[in-house]
């Protein structure tokens, strides 16, 4: 079994800043990717960032330049810098890894349990 225990995430001012945690515990033998998702009210769930195993880094078009994604590896940490929040960025966000699981050694998803980020204008 797979855990990721997200930070909790809260209420901002337009043009502040926040920073989400994500830490994945359990039968991990190795994680290729993590990264953040968003869902807003009414909206799909949407990709945010991503990072791999290598430092390699994608993000979504609304967020470039404004938020950044970093990783530790020894501590199957990853996190999500925001600067700049914006009012549409209001939305739950989601850690998701995928990881290969030791018991199978098959790749696999999980994902947090989701954390609230509310940005006031």
């Known amino acids: 079994q797979v855990q990721l225990v997200e930070s909790w995430g809260g209420l901002v001012q337009a043009g502040g800043s926040l920073r989400l945690s994500c830490a994945a515990s359990?039968?991990?033998?190795?994680?290729?990717?993590m990264g953040w998702y968003r869902q807003a009210p009414g909206k799909q769930r949407e990709l945010v960032a991503s990072?791999?195993?290598?430092?390699?880094?994608n993000y979504a078009y609304s967020v470039k330049g404004r938020f950044t994604i970093s990783r530790d590896n020894a501590k199957n940490t990853v996190l999500l810098q925001m600067n700049s929040l914006k009012p549409e960025d209001t939305a739950v966000y989601y850690c998701?890894?995928?990881?290969?699981?030791?018991?199978?050694?098959?790749?696999?998803?999980?994902w947090g349990q989701g954390t609230l980020v509310t940005v006031s204008s």
């Open positions: 998701k890894a995928n990881f290969i699981a030791i018991a199978s050694l098959r790749a696999m998803d999980a």
């Open positions: 990072i791999t195993n290598s430092g390699s880094t």
């Open positions: 359990g039968s991990i033998f190795s994680i290729n990717a």
